[in-house]
């Protein structure tokens, strides 16, 4: 995995290259992003009847290649691990997204809008697990810091329908979530 998404890098990194791009949304451009979290909960209200506190981890890479000036496509993964005392639970997910940023060639602030779907499976430690689909509705904000970097905060509401391995029955819900990362900007 971990190949691909270096050659992917490294591919679209000599398009851009060759193509001279005046802003980070023009044509040919392409963002690098990387969303992440880590939270532990303890007390009364949060830790189990051995005292283990509830830890979680998220990591969300993406990239995103513009086929047009502001018309984005692209592609990412969600990666959560939570555990507590000795129960844990693994999600993985991947899939397509497109999107829309706003902004001039001078601009220094992006906001966009995205959508995507993604396989979505998640995991227990007891051995069972779920998997479906997980619909990405997002808004966000690349603020530059760099001329070739950025600070991102983007919101997002996650649609799911996931059901047990071995069962017909599938169980929906929905997430909303709030992240903060950095993003390279190629152009």
Known sequence: M????????????????????????DKGAIIISGLGSFSTRGGDLFEDDEGY????????????????????IGGGVALTRQ?????????????PTIGYAMGLAKSKNYPYLAAGIRYYSLGFVTGESLSGTDIVIGAGLIATVTENLGIIVEAGYH??????ENSIKSES???????????????
């Open 83 to 95: 555990k507590q005392g000795h129960d844990s639970q693994q999600t993985f997910g991947i899939g």
């Open 53 to 72: 506190r509830l830890t979680t981890y998220m990591l969300m890479p993406n990239i995103n290649y513009f086929i047009a000036s502001n018309l984005f």
């Open 159 to 164: 649609i799911m329908n996931l059901k047990y």
């Open 2 to 25: 971990r190949k691909i998404i270096i050659l992917l890098v490294l591919m679209f990194s000599s398009l851009s290259i060759a193509s001279s791009q005046d802003s980070a949304i």
């Open 173 to 187: 819900g929905n997430i909303i979530s709030v992240g903060i990362g950095v993003a390279g900007l190629i152009f």
